[in-house]
């Protein structure tokens, strides 16, 4: 069975950096793009960045380019989204999903991420 | 980037009604990359539909989806009450990848 759990989220403050985790499981995490996908409270969902197989590859929506790094550990099965920078309109649920091909079959539960002071 | 424009915004249907979702895209994808995804209260998203008429594994038959281009469409032929949720569609064509605004379904 298919398992991603995200971690990581909480309260931070404008400007400051968060981290978020997700352990994958059941699955060969190596054969899968991997994306972050986020909510904001009461909102749509909207697709954060994605990273390839290798991690050779990365892809950021506009309004987080250069703030956001995606990132992966294929030995841990592992994929992290480093947050810096961060303001008032990050503030989302985070949600770790496979990419393939832009088709986002599997999801975490996602983590919250509040930024406010 | 590709806007979704999806319609309704809400429905309010009966138990065992037909209900149906358009889902109208800025400019035309591939129908490898059109996809449908539900949203329980609550809960995280689940892929119901991919590349436009694919029912993902275990999804009921009652699910079903079409289109082509610019204009795509998902309905459920028979409502039932576990199916209250928001619908989104989604497209995996270019990036950035775009969902619409979400569809969110009650029953009467």
Request: hydrophobic share 30%; aromatic share 14%.
């Amino acid at each position: 069975e298919v398992q991603l759990v995200e971690s990581g989220g909480g309260l931070v403050q404008p400007g400051r950096s968060l981290k978020l985790s997700c352990a994958a499981s059941g699955f060969t995490f190596s054969d899968y793009y991997m994306a972050w996908v986020r909510q904001a409270p009461t909102k749509g969902l909207e697709w954060v960045a994605s990273i390839s197989y290798d991690g050779g590859s990365t892809y950021y929506r506009d309004s987080v380019k250069g703030r956001f790094t995606i990132s992966r550990d294929n030995a841990k099965s592992s994929l992290y989204l480093q947050m810096d920078s961060l303001r008032s309109e990050d503030t989302a649920t985070y949600y770790c999903t496979t990419d393939n091909w832009g088709l986002f079959a599997y999801w975490g539960q996602g983590t919250l991420v509040t930024v406010s002071s | 980037a590709i806007v979704l424009n999806q319609s309704p915004s809400s429905i309010i249907a009966s138990q065992g009604e037909k209900v149906t979702i358009t889902c109208r895209a800025s400019s035309s994808i591939s129908s490898n990359y059109l996809h449908w995804y539900q949203q329980k209260p609550g809960a995280f998203p689940k892929l119901v539909i991919y590349s436009t008429s694919y029912r993902a594994s275990g999804v009921p038959s009652r699910f079903s989806g079409s289109g082509s281009g610019t204009s795509y469409s998902f309905t459920i032929s028979r409502v039932e009450a576990e199916d209250v949720a928001t619908y989104y569609c989604q497209q995996g064509s270019s990036n950035p990848y775009t969902f619409g605004a979400g569809t969110k379904l009650e029953l009467k």
